[in-house]
């Protein structure tokens, strides 16, 4: 049992296209994220929804668009892709938004913009 | 937010403890250690986390200096599945739904 799934893995596209990655959780946690992870490997924060509702949006491009139709799914739109896009995304999830609570992470989704 | 320090990396023989060691010198009263680990790229795996005591699962022990500005994640009997980039991160009230992941620490286990 997966308990935080990414679709698609690999996605290779076309600058200036519209994408998006989906994420599903089955923890039961009330809290997702989006993280990034860059060519030198750090992982920094994107989005954070809690019950649905945003609670963390760090210094993303407003391309990116987050939604979350329920608490268990949150996804992620891309507009006008750009070559910098091209990164590993990763879904999390917690139960809360705590320093104490853990978070767990998905397989990852390895975009590539050519 | 308290920043971390960790070796770049750091080699061990199989069956042997791994001790990877983070310093964590400006870390707060309430704020958490916590270990993940990446191999291949895959997403992070949580190991364990503590505020001040130390602390054991199945995976691994994480030994929290009394001044808290240190800590040690110890692997007992390291098997060459081990062999990842293991990160020591802190997260407090500021940052409680930020994890920020630095360079971390490349574990090598070797027959």
């Known amino acids: 049992d997966t308990a935080v799934s990414q679709t698609p893995k690999y996605l290779v596209t076309q600058m200036g296209n519209d994408k998006s990655i989906k994420c599903e959780q089955n923890?039961?946690?009330?809290?997702m994220y989006w993280y990034k992870q860059d060519s030198k490997k750090f992982l920094k924060i994107m989005f954070s929804?809690?019950?649905?509702?945003?609670?963390i949006n760090e210094t993303v491009p407003n391309r990116f668009s987050p939604k979350s139709p329920d608490k268990a799914h949150l996804n992620l739109h891309i507009n006008s892709l750009e070559l910098g896009d091209s990164a590993v995304y990763f879904c999390?999830?917690?139960?809360?938004?705590?320093?104490?609570?853990?978070?767990?992470f998905g397989p990852g989704t390895r975009l590539l913009v050519l | 937010d308290a920043k971390t320090t960790q070796p770049p990396s750091m080699d061990c023989a199989e069956g042997r403890a791994a001790n990877l060691p983070c310093n964590h010198s400006?870390?707060?009263?309430?704020?958490?250690v916590y270990w993940y680990r990446q191999i291949h790229s895959q997403g992070p795996q949580y190991i364990i986390h503590?505020?001040?005591n130390n602390e054991t699962n199945e995976m691994a022990s994480l030994i929290i200096t009394e001044d808290r500005k240190s800590s040690t994640l110890i692997l007992p009997h390291a098997t060459l599945r081990d062999t990842a980039v293991y990160y020591c991160?802190?997260?407090?009230?500021?940052?409680?739904?930020?994890?920020?992941f630095g360079d971390g620490t490349t574990l090598t286990v070797k027959p």
């Open positions: 929804y809690n019950n649905k509702e945003l609670i």
């Open positions: 400006t870390i707060s009263g309430n704020e958490y």
């Open positions: 923890l039961g946690h009330d809290t």
């Open positions: 503590g505020l001040k």
């Open positions: 999390a999830s917690s139960q809360e938004v705590h320093p104490g609570e853990t978070q767990y």
């Open positions: 991160i802190v997260r407090g009230y500021t940052n409680a739904g930020k994890s920020t």
